[in-house]
């Protein structure tokens, strides 16, 4: 039997996914997790649609399934030791993010059903995350659905960065719980023991904990990222990120994230009341910078003042003055992290800023805090419910102990996008700063009770988009911490200043449309040029991703089969793939005769059989010497009886079905002009 050998893959018939696939979901428990991640290998270039992952088990894709290309950082930032550090030079793909419909899989390669509009970088983390399809979502009261956390993880002996985001779409979400991304966006500063006392420090950046504490993470990277470009420490805010307090014990600055059209100045917003008159913040240089005005810039929180060692007068001696002792009292706390002023929901949104570290020689304090995820859901109906949805900064933690030490910045609010005709007025939605962390009393033998340090800075405001007549969100500035220590109870904020608000906007409810045409996962692959062989050839018939299958006709259990039909036969499979996708699929093989076969005489007269149908006994007449071969086959062209060539010879041949099924026969006749066959019924 002849085989031609070469693949072609085939559109076919089939079942494909649609929106709703993964049917209706109830969560009644705390910190359920719908989304499953998995970071890009590979850049992704504008008008291609393929794109490669490191690991296809972690999110285990199907045809139809709907995922998001995000990508969270690789902004380039100015990095001189001046006034500009931090400033974005360009965003590049960073915050960026695309919908697709998945067409196949082969591996780790991913073949989506559009083209990207943009190119994403992987030394920008670019992240795929897979987002579930329900008919219906509910989140019982008491419940609540959180995102993966954003960490670095070693997949494969490389290095990646995933996580940080829910992204659900569904027809209808009832949340009577929460939806959660609060504290899974960019991470704080960490905390770094220096035992060093350097005072007077002023760098923006630095690469030795001597001279100040490590920034917050941002859009321009985290840690070994600023190691490449100039260094992790120091009051300098890179981006987004809040930056360290510098040394001796100032506080972190607060990261940011949605800009509310203040300019930016790192100085934060300066709060007045009782504990914080107008005249300690008018002895300020930022005051003094401000055209003699409060601050209130966009983004984040600067950090407190560095470490004082007297109780003078915060009301008459100025930051930096002698007669505090210690560090002088400096305005060397971290600047707020800026906002970022390019936030699209429908093209590109961020995760908040993390706070920046405090300074620390007494190993009493806390690292920054974490910004907020991202929580993004489209529901083609509603969004309803009595609960809430945020993606908060966090909180700063204080000083501990001796509380002799800086305390830290906040995390800013993360983005919210709810992309829905109507969101129900009695949910609560926020996306706020991280309240800045606080120095508690002295409570240290051997330490002066008029010992001062910074406190931390409040993260800025996030970013939510809603559609019109939703409720009121909130994306508030967090808090600046506070310093209990007796020698500034004039200024309690000793310097530390609140985040600025966030930013609101609308979004409408058009989202991407899934079309079933696309070629999908489950396609079935031939070694034949198309869809037509010659009668006594055969075609191998395969599903190139293993796993389970079932063919008919045969009823076969097989990756592939070899099809050899006498006659044109629809084939069908159905079953698993190894990814658990569901296959199913048919395939036309037609049987010719082909252009090499001379077509018999229209005329039959010299060949019969009888009876048809027959109940097991047919007669076969030939009326002339007959010089070919003659058999039995069934559908799938196997050969059930060869008739020998010495009965042929005898005009009269009698042939035995009674050990085979009822169904459908053909008897096969072959001679050296022609190929014919011949339906035959067994009852």
């Not at 070994?224 to 100032?250: E, S, T, V």
Request: charged residues 10%.
């Amino acid at each position: 039997m002849k085989r031609i050998l070469f693949y072609m893959l085939l559109q076919t018939s089939l079942v494909f996914s649609q929106p709703g696939k993964d049917g209706s979901l109830i969560v009644s428990n705390l910190g359920h997790i719908v989304n499953k991640c998995c970071p890009l290998t590979s850049n992704i270039v504008a008008g291609s649609n393929t794109l490669l992952i490191a690991n296809s088990a972690m999110v285990s894709l199907c045809a139809g399934d709907l995922v998001m290309v995000y990508q969270a950082q690789g902004a380039i930032i100015n990095t001189q030791n001046n006034g500009q550090y931090g400033d974005i030079i360009n965003y590049n793909s960073a915050g960026l993010f695309e919908f697709m419909y998945v067409q196949n899989t082969n591996g780790n390669t991913i073949t989506t059903q559009s083209t990207f509009t943009n190119s994403y970088q992987t030394a920008g983390k670019v992240q795929l995350i897979k987002v579930p399809q329900y008919t219906s979502l509910t989140i019982n009261s008491g419940a609540s659905i959180v995102a993966k956390t954003w960490k670095d993880t070693v997949i494969s002996g490389g290095s990646y960065r995933i996580g940080g985001l829910v992204v659900i779409h569904a027809s209808s979400i009832i949340n009577n719980g929460s939806i959660s991304a609060n504290g899974n966006g960019f991470r704080g500063g960490a905390l770094v023991l220096d035992s060093a006392i350097n005072t007077g420090a002023t760098w923006m950046r630095s690469n030795g904990s001597t001279d100040g504490a490590e920034k917050g993470e941002g859009i321009a990277g985290y840690q070994n990222d600023y190691d490449l470009i100039g260094g992790r420490n120091c009051m300098g805010a890179p981006a987004n990120a809040g930056g360290g307090g510098n040394n001796h014990n100032a506080g972190g600055g607060g990261g940011a994230n949605g800009f509310n059209g203040n300019t930016w100045t790192g100085e934060g917003v300066m709060i007045v009341n009782g504990n914080n008159p107008l005249a300690a913040w008018a002895l300020s240089s930022a005051y003094m910078n401000n055209a003699n005005s409060l601050t209130n810039s966009s983004g984040g929180g600067r950090g407190g003042y560095s470490w004082g060692d007297a109780n003078a007068n915060a009301l008459i001696d100025p930051p930096g003055s002698f007669a505090w002792a210690g560090d002088s009292r400096r305005e060397v706390g971290g600047f707020g992290g800026r906002p970022l002023t390019n936030i699209n929901p429908e093209t590109r949104i961020y995760f908040g800023g993390g706070g920046g570290a405090p300074h620390q020689n007494n190993n009493t304090s806390s690292p920054g805090s974490n910004g907020g995820g991202i929580v993004y859901l489209i529901a083609n109906n509603a969004i309803s419910g009595n609960g809430n949805i945020q993606a908060s900064g966090i909180n700063a933690g204080n000083s501990t102990g001796c509380s002799c030490d800086a305390a830290p910045g906040a995390g800013a609010g993360g983005s919210i996008v709810l992309k829905t005709p109507s969101v129900a007025l009695t949910l609560s939605i926020f996306a706020n700063g991280g309240n800045g962390g606080n120095q508690f009393a002295l409570n240290f033998p051997g330490h002066p009770i008029n010992e001062s340090e910074g406190p931390g800075g409040g993260g800025g405001g996030g970013f939510v988009a809603l559609p019109v007549n939703a409720p009121l969100p909130q994306v508030n500035g967090g808090q600046n911490g506070t310093s209990l220590s007796g020698a500034v109870t004039e200024m309690i904020s000793n310097g530390a200043t609140q985040g600025g608000t966030g930013q609101i906007s609308t979004v409408t409810s058009n989202f991407i449309t899934y079309t079933p045409s696309a070629t999908p996962n489950s396609v079935i692959s031939i070694n034949s040029t198309n869809s037509i062989i010659c009668y006594g050839n055969s075609a191998i018939l395969s599903v190139p991703i293993p796993g389970n299958y079932l063919w008919q006709p045969g009823n076969i259990n097989s990756n592939q089969i070899v099809a050899a039909p006498s006659i044109s036969t629809v084939y069908s499979v159905s079953g698993t793939n190894m990814y658990g996708c569901k296959v199913d699929g048919t395939y036309s093989l037609t049987v010719s005769e082909c252009v090499a076969l001379k077509s018999v005489e229209d005329n039959e007269d010299w060949f019969s059989f009888f009876p048809n149908p027959t109940e097991g006994i047919i007669t076969i007449r030939c009326k002339q010497d007959f010089n070919g071969e003659m058999a039995l086959v069934d559908l799938l062209g196997k050969t059930l009886i060869q008739i020998q060539n010495e009965e042929l010879k005898q005009l009269e041949i009698t042939i035995n079905l009674n050990e085979l099924p009822q169904g459908f026969y053909f008897l096969r006749i072959k001679d050296q002009h022609s190929i014919k066959l011949f339906k035959l019924i067994k009852e």
